[in-house]
């Protein structure tokens, strides 16, 4: 599931193998991602791509004044292929046929077709609806006061900072290790926050650039489909606190889990796994 680190490296990666690459064809195998149809992606034929970038967790391909705005939701990439795809590629989602032989494709991966794209006027990305309710960019950080203003709400800390309407590029990885890093419980309301906590948590949002860097260290020119992300809390419960030792705990939701240190988090708490006591209701 990319989020803000894993869509940069994306797109720094794309910036540099597509600069100046010319589009020969672009077509659209999947049957509901174009979210748009004026102008048509037929349109990008003969255009050099003069740029990849990124708003929130979605990456933005340019070409000349249009540009193609895409939402990978949790199982589409973008990569680059030196050779076509195979027709038979039900992963295929959006093909730029590149006139080297090269193709940058969006794939999606799963049977949910979710990951959609736009094609727009380069100047209309700012204000296409999917971006404009976008709250601030995570990394780099907003200032501290828009993060206390933003964070000052009555709900629980993991969803609050997974709301991209109030701040944009967190999911459900990099929330546990953007809480850990702070020590603050995930269940925790931001409202309930003192100074003091709202500080920590602005200042553990380096944990987003850290990655970022792990992963211009590690990451070749080629994008692989999944690269490991450099986690230490978020599905690694059992496993002892990379800073304590304590065993680091889980709460369950229907789709997805957080993790924890007990002792650094939940002041020694173990908190109830509320798939199971929605069981034992
Ligand atoms: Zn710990």
Redesign the pocket.
């Known amino acids: 599931m990319p989020e803000l680190p894993e869509v940069e490296i994306t797109a720094r990666r794309l910036d540099t193998a597509l600069a100046g690459a010319t589009v020969e064809s672009a077509l659209a195998p999947g049957m509901n991602v174009m979210k748009t149809f004026d102008p048509p992606l037929e349109a990008l034929a003969g255009r050099q791509v003069s740029g990849v970038g990124r708003v929130g967790k979605m990456p933005v391909v340019k070409f000349g004044d249009l540009a193609l705005l895409i939402h990978l939701m949790s199982a589409g990439r973008l990569r680059v292929f030196d050779k076509r795809a195979s027709p038979k590629d039900r992963a295929s989602r959006v093909l730029v046929r590149l006139d080297d032989g090269r193709e940058l494709r969006l794939r999606e991966f799963g049977t949910k077709q979710r990951a959609w794209a736009k094609l727009l006027p380069a100047d209309a990305v700012a204000e296409d609806e999917s971006v404009t309710r976008l709250g601030p960019e995570a990394w780099p950080p907003p200032p501290l006061e828009q993060f206390a203003a933003l964070i000052d709400q009555p709900h629980h800390l993991h969803p609050l900072l997974r709301h991209q309407g109030d701040i944009s590029g967190i999911g459900r990885s990099w929330v546990d290790e953007i809480l850990?890093e702070a020590r603050l419980s995930p269940f925790k309301k931001g409202s309930d926050l003192s100074d003091e906590e709202i500080e920590r948590l602005h200042t553990a949002l380096h944990v987003l650039g850290d990655a970022i860097d792990h992963y211009e260290e590690t990451i070749g020119e080629q994008l692989p489909d999944k690269a490991p992300m450099p986690l230490k809390i978020h599905k690694r419960e059992g496993d002892p606190?990379p800073?304590?030792?304590?065993t680091i705990e889980a709460v369950y939701f229907s789709e997805h889990q957080t993790n924890y240190?007990p002792?650094?988090?939940t002041g020694g708490r173990v908190l109830k796994d509320r798939r199971l006591s929605k069981l034992l209701k």
């Open positions: 850990w606190c800073r304590c030792g304590t240190c002792q650094e988090q």
